[in-house]
């Protein structure tokens, strides 16, 4: 069965990307997030099986976003997706509760296998 996800960021040429790239897989976007703030609103909506949250956003920045879906949802599914690669930037995403990280610019292969893992234990 396929899976919902939420894609949050402030590029329209990376959410075109992330759709190409999920064209063919069973992973379907749902829902567009350009702020922090519409990944809560629109997580609340939607109850995608995954998000794939940027980092720096307008607003609410990802990791804030992020921390509020897990503390209300915390079994939510989220990837942080950014090219912000800092040590300190990737363990508070870990701390957060986050399933992965994938650096941009975005590998397919790496994407995809993030992914997978998020639902390797279903």
Do not use: R, W
């Amino acid at each position: 069965m396929g899976k919902n996800i939420l894609v949050v960021d402030d590029s329209m040429f990376i959410y075109e990307e992330l759709k190409y790239m999920l064209e063919d897989t069973s992973f379907q976007i749902i829902g567009h997030a350009k702020s922090g703030e519409d990944a809560v609103d629109l997580y609340e909506n939607l109850k995608p099986d995954l998000i794939t949250m940027d980092i720096v956003l307008p607003g609410m920045d990802g990791l804030d976003a992020a921390s509020i879906i897990m503390k209300n949802h915390p079994d939510a599914k989220i990837i942080m997706i950014s090219s912000l690669a800092y040590d300190d930037t990737m363990e508070e995403a870990k701390k957060i509760g986050t399933q992965g990280f994938v650096f941009k610019p975005i590998d397919k292969n790496t994407l995809i296998e993030t992914i997978e893992n998020c639902f390797k234990d279903e």
